[in-house]
């Protein structure tokens, strides 16, 4: 594989990269005939993101040698970021970016042709892998909303660096409402600041969801995307059913295409909240021991719609066929009853007056994700008399 990036387009693709590392530590690379695909996937399998330039983004782009199969690696996040480290250096001096990757030094070579003649070379060792592909379906998702990628910037900006999940819903008046999301804390009776942007639906070029729906998902990998989308001038197009079902962020060019595809809390209360409630200055509400589904009910979820599909052939290109898995709405039953035995010993019993764990649906498995609770209450100090003490 032999790629050439000129001008301004080498900026684009660094800010590519810069997107991909707030989600996973391991970028997939892959050289195809309808264009290069980078892609990632985060560690609990609850975030992923593709990217795909198409040749015409390219000076010159060679998917494969004649003769030869395609190749696909998977490199390390650091060694690749660092290439593209300052984006400012990239949109000064560097005139060309030429990444080629040879299969017999397992070395994917990235140059950076400079300005007066400066030449950097960087040689990054990869792994052989299996392709990562996530089959998902953004028509099979009722509600949609699109915007310019700055409107969307613009009303995340006021939210804290630390704050984790945001809360995403359609409040009274078709307005789109964003929300910090906050867990209420057992041992504290302060509450948390909560911050909140309206947009009209006049700031939306399509607006399809109905007046009290909310999903909640991370906003770290969030505004990653939106930083990408801004720098480009692109349109972000968000995908979104039921709470607990992934979300589907896309932006499209005629250059390039890019997918993330995010889990959302499992909340059975927070899409039928009132967002549109002025009066309204609480933090999301948490379900309560008496609103905790039983365990049987994960046997109704569509576990199968959130795997992500590995294809293991590394054979020729026409013998790979990709699982025909798509996120349908329609309720699928699980044949796996060891997975759910599992979730059902490690679920902990949850005691009354006590907040619930948050839970994410991971998109390769369907599994749990709780943290781990601290003991209720301090611990007791013992401590022995002292001798002066009669």
């Not at 080498?10 to 695909?37: C, F, M, N, W």
């Not at 996040?77 to 970016?97: D, G, I, N, P, Q």
């Not at 293991?312 to 025909?324: D, H, Q």
Request: include cysteine.
């Amino acid at each position: 594989m032999k790629c050439l990036v000129t001008g301004g387009n080498v900026k684009v693709l660094g800010k590519a990269v810069h997107s991909l590392s707030r989600i996973g530590d391991e970028p997939y690379l892959e050289p195809l005939e309808d264009g290069l695909s980078l892609r990632t996937v985060n560690s609990s399998r609850s975030a992923y993101a593709c990217f795909l330039f198409a040749p015409l983004f390219f000076q010159q782009y060679q998917a494969a040698t004649p003769g030869q199969d395609l190749l696909r690696c998977k490199i390390l996040m650091k060694s690749f970021l660092s290439v593209f480290r300052s984006l400012a250096m990239l949109e000064k001096t560097v005139e060309k970016c030429c990444i080629s990757l040879n299969g017999r030094s397992s070395r994917l070579v990235v140059q950076l042709h400079c300005k007066f003649g400066v030449r950097k070379t960087h040689n990054l060792s990869f792994q052989d892998c299996e392709s990562l592909q996530a089959v998902f379906d953004p028509a099979s998702c009722p509600h949609m909303l699109r915007a310019p990628a700055r409107v969307l910037g613009e009303a995340v900006l006021p939210f804290p660096p630390a704050l984790a999940e945001v809360t995403l819903g359609i409040g009274r008046g078709r307005r789109v409402i964003l929300r910090s999301y906050h867990e209420e804390e057992a041992d504290s009776t302060a509450k948390a600041m909560v911050t909140e942007m309206c947009l009209g639906e006049e700031d939306f070029q399509q607006l399809q969801a109905q007046e009290g729906v909310a999903i909640t998902f991370c906003l770290k990998e969030f505004r990653g995307l939106l930083s990408f989308a801004e720098s480009a001038n692109l349109n972000l197009s968000i995908h979104f059913d039921a709470p607990g079902r992934p979300a589907i962020f896309t932006i499209k060019d005629s250059l390039l295409d890019g997918h993330f595809v995010l889990a959302t809390l499992s909340d059975t209360d927070s899409h039928s909240q009132d967002l549109g409630s002025p009066e309204r200055h609480q933090p999301v509400p948490q379900l309560q021991a008496h609103s905790i589904p039983h365990p049987d009910d994960f046997a109704n979820d569509d576990i199968d719609s959130y795997m992500i599909a590995m294809e293991t052939t590394i054979g020729n290109e026409g013998s790979r066929v990709l699982p025909s898995i798509s996120l349908s709405p329609g309720p699928q039953h699980p044949e796996s009853p060891g997975l759910h035995s599992e979730e059902d010993e490690a679920e902990p019993s949850t005691v009354p007056g006590t907040p619930p764990p948050k839970k994410f649906r991971s998109l390769f498995f369907g599994s749990i994700l709780a943290p781990v609770r601290s003991p209720q209450g301090p611990s007791p100090v013992l401590a022995e008399d002292s001798e002066g003490e009669g």
